[in-house]
């Protein structure tokens, strides 16, 4: 029985959508148990709106909030009875297996490192989301907790890359590619540069050199490496394209009584194409080489998200990831 404590406070639709997400889990699946942190009249408030087996869904007192505009230092150090830093500290003293949050991602990235903390010999965690391609999905690695990044904190990036792709996406020895300006060898950055030479030495990864950010949407690589300014700045521009793009198709065939006719008659197919761009169904983005697996659902992530997210904590932990992490790092198994 694979433990999950979930932030039952955290994002925009909580609690609700949170806890209609835990629910959602537990009845899938026989291998999760759910401890849901935060307050207990408020959870169990929505708790009673469902059918499931109450042996395997928890509360976790919490009567602080951590709010998304708050500086995360201070939150995490000052608000010791808020959701988040319970359910970490839940996680911490091995009373659950997995963490699971959609609230204030600096407050989860600095809980992440100072309650939870990472397996000794990893010099950064990383935040890695899938995003979707031409050819499935890609790793991008990392999106938003290293914006200074060193070119060793690159190197163990692609490494527990490959290792959590190969273990999620089922396929052997994943493609890896450093985020650059160019695909030459000497194009890039001080740190690009710096990098490239020592994934090329890598054995244990499929590195195929550097790919551009325009690239990406084709699926060029599984894995993609950068640190987190540039990692940000590519998912983010990612996502307003996408917004963009399905804003100006609705547009379009919403723009005349023709168009609208034939938008009616591709809606079926466009809808089954545009569900293999849906990341909801990959949960969220989990922070690798951490001593307990911690995931960062999207802020307003809906119940489907919050449920793949917690049985993606089952899939990490049946996998055994985290041991598969400090034997491609060379760590000597040493959490």
Sequence with gaps: MIRVCVDAMGGDNAPGE?????????????LVKVILAGKKELIEEELAKYSYDKDRVEILDAREVIEMAEAPVNAIRTKKDSSIVKAMMHVKHGEADAYVSAGSTGANLVGGQLIIGRVKGVERSPLAPFIPTEKGVSLL?????????RSSHLVQFAKMGSVYYENTIGKKNPTVGLLSIGTEEDKGNALVKETFPLLKECGDINFIGNIEAR????????????????????????????????????????SSAMSKLGAL???????????????E????????????????????????????????????????VDDKIVEILNLGGDK
């Design 265 to 279: 008659l591709i809606k079926p197919s466009l809808k089954s194409a545009l569900a293999d761009f849906n990341l």
């Design 215 to 254: 690239d990406i949407p084709a699926g060029v690589c599984d894995v993609i490496v950068c640190e987190a300014f540039a990692g940000n700045v590519a998912l983010k521009m990612y996502e307003g394209s996408a917004k963009m793009f399905m804003h100006a198709l609705k547009k379009g065939l919403l």
């Design 281 to 320: 169904k990959y949960g969220g983005a989990p922070m690798l080489g951490l001593r307990s697996l911690v995931v960062k659902t999207h802020g307003s992530a809906k119940a489907v998200e919050v449920k793949n997210s917690i049985l993606q904590c089952v899939s990490f932990k049946e996998n055994n």
């Design 141 to 149: 690695i990392d999106c938003g907790a290293n914006v200074d990044a």
């Design 18 to 30: 949170i806890v209609k997400g835990a629910v959602e889990a537990v009845n899938e699946s026989d």
